[in-house]
C-alpha cells in the first residue's frame, strides 16, 4: 500500500490549525497512524486506528477518516508542535507516507 | 521501563555487510513483533524487515534477500544481517515494536547510523 501525504510543507502561524492529509493506494480501513518527528529525535507515535490519540498526546492533536483518505488536524497550534508529521498504514505490513514538515509561518 | 538500544552501525564498503542488533529492555522479543525502520539522511521513513512473536519474517521488496533478521530470546534480541551493502542503504536504522499483527509502533529505539560508501 502506497501512502501518499500532502501538502509536503505547510507554513503555520502559532495559534493557527494546521491540516494534514493522507491517502492510501488501497483501503487502509482504520489500521492508520500518524507520528510527529523533531529534529534528531526518535519518532512519536501521536494517533493510531486512524483516530485514538496515544498515552500521553495532547486532545489537540485529532485524526479521522477511513479506508483510503485521512486527516490530522493540529488544533491551536503550539510552538513544540512544529515537525515533520508521517502517516503509516500497518494493515498490509508497514508502510509510511513521505512527511509533512509542519513550519512557522 | 521499555527500552530498545541500536548497535553495530559504522562505515562500510559498497558491498560489504554489517550487522545491527537491538537490545530490548522491558519485554520479551518473542512475544511481540520487533521491526526495522531507517531513515536516510535528510529523508523519510522506510520500513525494513519484522520478526513476528510466531518467527516469521517479511521484508520491504529494495532488501529482500539481502538483509536477515533474526532474534535471540535467551539475550532478549533482534539482529539485522545486511549484506551485498549498496550506497543507497546508508540511513540511521532504528528498531520498534509493533505489540500485535496490525498494531502501528509504540516504541523505538534511537538508531544506528550505517553509511556505506567507498
Known amino acids: 500500500i502506497v501512502m501518499t501525504q500532502s501538502p509536503a510543507t505547510l507554513s503555520v502561524s502559532p495559534g493557527e490549525r494546521a491540516t494534514l492529509s493522507c491517502r492510501a493506494s488501497?483501503?487502509?480501513?482504520?489500521?492508520l497512524a500518524w507520528y510527529q518527528q523533531k529534529p534528531g529525535q526518535t519518532p512519536r507515535l501521536l494517533i493510531y486506528g486512524a483516530s485514538t490519540r496515544a498515552t500521553g498526546i495532547p486532545a489537540r492533536f485529532r485524526g479521522s477518516g477511513s479506508g483510503t483518505e485521512f486527516t490530522l488536524t493540529i488544533n491551536s497550534l503550539q510552538s513544540e508542535d512544529f515537525a515533520v508529521y508521517y502517516c503509516?498504514?500497518?494493515?498490509?505490513?508497514?508502510?509510511f507516507g513521505q512527511g509533512t514538515k509542519v513550519e512557522f509561518k | 521501563e521499555v527500552q530498545l538500544v541500536e548497535s553495530g552501525g559504522g562505515l562500510i564498503q559498497p558491498g560489504g555487510s554489517l550487522r545491527l542488533s537491538c537490545a530490548v529492555s522491558g519485554f520479551s522479543v518473542n512475544t511481540n513483533n520487533i521491526n526495522w525502520v531507517r531513515q536516510a539522511p535528510g529523508k523519510g521513513l522506510e520500513w525494513v524487515s519484522v520478526i513476528y512473536s510466531s518467527g516469521s519474517t517479511y521484508y520491504a521488496d529494495s532488501v529482500e534477500d539481502r538483509f536477515t533478521i533474526s532474534r535471540d530470546n535467551a539475550k532478549n534480541t533482534v539482529d539485522l544481517q545486511m549484506n551485498t551493502l549498496r550506497v543507497g542503504d546508508t540511513a540511521l536504522y532504528y528498531c520498534a515494536r509493533s505489540a500485535g499483527g496490525t498494531y502501528p509502533f509504540d516504541y523505538w529505539g534511537q538508531g544506528t547510523l550505517v553509511t556505506v560508501s567507498s
Open positions: 503509516q498504514q500497518y494493515h498490509l505490513y508497514w508502510t
Open positions: 488501497q483501503s487502509a480501513m482504520s489500521n
